[in-house]
Every structure is written in C-alpha cells, then in structure tokens.
C-alpha cells in the first residue's frame, strides 16, 4: 500500500529545488566570512592575541554521533559545514555551504526550517532546541548523505552587540510598532544600542506565523546593515567591542587556526554562489499536517554537494 509520504512525494514537483540568486541566509553567512577576513586582518600583537581568545571563547566541541573528517585546508580542499542561524532554542537559518576555493565556488543548501524529520518526529526548527547543533547535524548529515565536518552557529540575540561595535546602523522598518518603550515608526530607522535592537526584534502581531516571518526579515535588515560597515576605520580602530560581539554570540568547532588559514585561502569563495533551495512538499503524517522534502530532492541536494567537493 502506497504510505502517506510516498504519495505526496509522487504527486509533488520533481524539479522542486530552484536556484535562486537571493537568500537572507546568504547575507548571514557572508557576515561570518568577513567577521573571520576582519579579524584575522587586524595587525598588531596585542589584537592578535586579544582575536585568538575570543575565537577560542567561541570555540565549541559538539557530541555528535556521525562523523566527518576536515580536509586539509592548506591544501586548499573543497569541504562543507553547516551554517545556523538561531535564536534561543530554535533554528530559523539552516544551510549547508560547500565552500570549493580552487573553482572561488560556494553551493549552499538551504533547509527550510519547518522541514518535518520522520526519525525524529520533530523539524528541523524544533529539533535544534531538544538536541542542539549536534542533533542538527547529526539529522541533516544522515538526511543528504554527505560528509559534513563543521558547524557554525550565529545567535540572532547577540545583534545588538555587533550594532554597538559597529556605531549603530540605519534600517527601513516596514510595521509600526511599540516594543518595550521603544515606538518603531515607518520608514529610515537608526538603530544604536543592544537594548533598542532587542525591542526591534520581538515578534509583532497575532498572526504567529506572519510575525516569525517578520522577525527573520528584521534580523535580516540589522544584518545587511552591518555587513558594510564592518570595514570601516572606526570599526577597526575599535576591534575590541566587534571582537567581544563575535566571541559571545558565535559558536563553532572551527579552531583559531583554522579560521586563519580560512580568512587567508578560503575568503574569495563568495564570489560564486549557487544556492539550491529545498522546498518541502505538504503532507499529514499521524493526523498532522507537516512538510516533507521527497527522495528526488534529497537525491538532487546530495549531488550537487558531492559535485562541489569533486570538481
């Protein structure tokens, strides 16, 4: 008898995995790219050693139980990690980059985080608050079938600690709101402070679904906003609060050397992005609606980054 998955994979669209030129995850993912190009770039005894403890503060083993070998990187190798964007105990950012710096390539797999997990009986969302990045990984690396050895993981909470690092950035807000004292009117906002930015991003409106959408497209703009002025003199002069910003609010099993010679080989790999957006298809399993990706789109994703590592 056909199951309930197996018939919405057969009546869905085959060809469901769309490049697609934009993403918000991709914004995310080259903030942390030039975070590491930044930090690694400063000159100077003291900074280096002051860029040397916060990446060791971020620095985070996971207890997973797949397992994937790094490649060596001074080679230049071709490898993927998986990219969270979080806050608290959900995961609204989850993408699997393949960085191939020989080809200056990136393919990233984005997972939309509603995507349901019939060995866990969870999404992909949920599961990061009961089992952390190691059951993320763990899930996704078994999903694909592909070797996935490093994880980087952004808390979305901690943004107004790099605003603060930054001197503040100008934003377009799209609802008027009032947050914690704060009235957010149409229009050119400018953000300054970490308690300001926190009122920007608490969830509006009684529409739960729209105000997660809301939020993730307000996180987005504070992103976007920061990434250009990252370079700038004052920035730089004032490395110490970005640094501090990175070593509280990122995580990764990335050592310090390693994200030196990832700043120094690797940084030109966002010169090329292919993404590949996997969109699950409706289904119910048990009663329940949920959203499934079918066999042909993971067949397709485990490809694509099998042909990244490859070429």
Do not use: C, W
Request: hydrophobic share 40%; glycine share 6%; aromatic share 8%.
């Amino acid at each position: 008898m056909e199951t309930r998955i197996r018939r919405a994979e057969r009546v869905s669209d085959e060809t469901n995995i769309k490049p697609k030129k934009k993403h918000r995850g991709l914004k995310i993912v080259s903030l942390l790219i030039l975070v590491i190009v930044l930090l690694v770039g400063i000159v100077g005894a003291k900074a280096y050693f002051d860029v040397k403890k916060v990446s060791n503060q971020a620095y985070q083993t996971i207890k997973r139980q797949t397992s994937a070998k790094l490649p060596n990187l001074t080679d230049r190798s071709a490898f993927s990690f998986l990219f969270l964007g979080v806050n608290g105990k959900t995961a609204n950012n989850i993408l699997v980059l393949t960085v191939n710096p020989k080809q200056n390539k990136t393919i990233v797999i984005s997972l939309n985080r509603n995507i349901y997990l019939p060995s866990e009986a969870t999404t992909l969302k949920e599961l990061y608050g009961t089992k952390g990045t190691a059951g993320e990984i763990d899930a996704i690396q078994t999903l694909l079938k592909v070797d996935i050895p490093r994880y980087m993981a952004f808390e979305m909470s901690g943004l107004g600690d790099f605003v603060e690092a930054v001197g503040g950035v100008q934003v377009q807000n799209d609802t008027h709101f009032i947050s914690s004292g704060y009235e957010f009117k149409n229009g050119s906002l400018l953000l300054q402070n970490a308690a300001e930015v926190k009122a920007f991003l608490r969830k509006v409106g009684d529409d739960a679904e729209k105000a997660e959408e809301d939020l993730i497209d307000r996180e987005q703009s504070i992103l976007i906003a920061i990434i250009p002025k990252m370079k700038s003199a004052n920035t730089v002069f004032h490395y110490e609060k970005f640094a501090n910003a990175f070593g509280k609010n990122i995580k990764t099993d990335f050592t310090f050397d390693t994200i030196k010679t990832l700043g120094i080989g690797y940084n030109g790999v966002l010169g090329n992005i292919i993404k590949e957006n996997l969109r699950p298809i409706p289904t119910t399993i048990d009663g329940v609606a949920q959203k499934i990706l079918s066999e042909a789109q993971i067949t397709k994703a485990h490809d694509r980054i099998e042909e990244a590592i490859n070429e």
